[in-house]
């Protein structure tokens, strides 16, 4: 098993050796790419440009969202996933020979185990969402067989195309072996797909948000906990990411395994405190909301008042109050882009209707 898996590893820093060497030059583009398959950009772009077109979609995208990265953390902790930036330099592999040298970027030092690879799986699930979603609105009547066909091949063409990219750009900066992004990819998929085939996500009461919430964080923790008193250590992936780092600035606190999951329980538990809120229901579902110019204005503000947010970076000196404040901002992200701009942009509009007739 072991001699299975060194082969499998050395075959992946190869990989990464070459494309290193041979795409030096499009390191920003790589580095671009895993930057814009964070699923921090489905939160903070895609749900709030989804949820004002479709609301329907933009729920799906932070439930696949959410329970994907849930699910991505849950596996990486059994499956105990090497990083080539750091597995080249404990391996006994090249104990005869001198071990491969990787080019580390402020985008490699992640801190949680590599299998199955985090941005690979958000992104195949955010975007399968996306694709499908954008298909379903748009292929409605049946008889234009060329032009529907050719849609979903150019659509499904450039879905391909991004997760190649996004596999690549993880494999290029020594963040990822090929084997782990593959697997990433098809499990977003596969959950994707699921949730594709649930429909009960869009009729969840508040209480059953706050149940499910708690329910992940408690297993997660319960299972962490379980492990560490049977003498397992699941953080064993931040001492090695703080050992091997070229650059200790490159370590992040924010991409610890326990960063993501109070991060995905804030996004879930603020779209259940949204969607509930008295102030959605008035601002939201009234007949101006299905008017395009009030959806476009939505988008547009809750974008800014969204980058704002993303703009503002919780303090990481003391790690429980990193977590506590991460938490609140994730949960203001819903609140923000499905109460708080409506609301706003509802009373801009009445005020001006108003005034319209004095």
Known sequence: MDAGMDLL????????QYLQMNYKDSQSWFTFISLAADLRNTFFVFFPIWFHLCEAVGVKLIWVAVIGDWLNLIFKWILFGQRPYWWV???SYYSNSSFP???????????????????????????????????????????HCVQNWCLRSVLWTVFWVIQFCVCA??????????????????????????FGRIDTIYNVKFKQYLKITLSLFSFALG????????????????????????????????????????????????????????????????KRSQQFSFRLSCIVASLLTLHL?????PPNQTEFLFYFLSFCKNAAVPLAAVVFVPYCVSQIVNREEKEKLL
């Open 89 to 91: 330099h404990e391996t």
């Open 223 to 286: 299972f962490y906990l379980l492990l560490k008193v049977l003498g397992v250590d699941l953080l064993w992936s931040v001492e090695k990411a703080q050992r091997w780092c070229a650059r200790a600035e490159w370590v992040h606190i924010d991409s610890t395994p326990f960063a993501g999951l109070v991060r995905n329980m804030g996004a879930l538990f603020g779209l259940g405190l949204a969607l509930n809120s008295p102030i959605y229901v008035e601002s939201c579902k009234e």
């Open 101 to 143: 040298v990787l080019q580390q970027y402020p985008i490699t030092c992640e801190t949680g185990p590599g299998s199955p690879s985090g941005h690979a799986m958000g992104s195949a699930g955010v975007w399968y969402v996306m694709v499908t979603a954008f298909l379903t609105s748009t292929l409605q009547n049946k008889q």
């Open 9 to 16: 590893h050395s075959s992946g820093v190869e990989l990464v």
């Open 169 to 194: 750009s993880r494999v290029f900066v020594a963040a990822h072996f090929p084997h782990q992004v593959c697997l990433g990819v098809i499990s977003g998929l596969i959950v994707a797909e699921v």
């Open 309 to 313: 947010f993303d703009s503002v970076k």
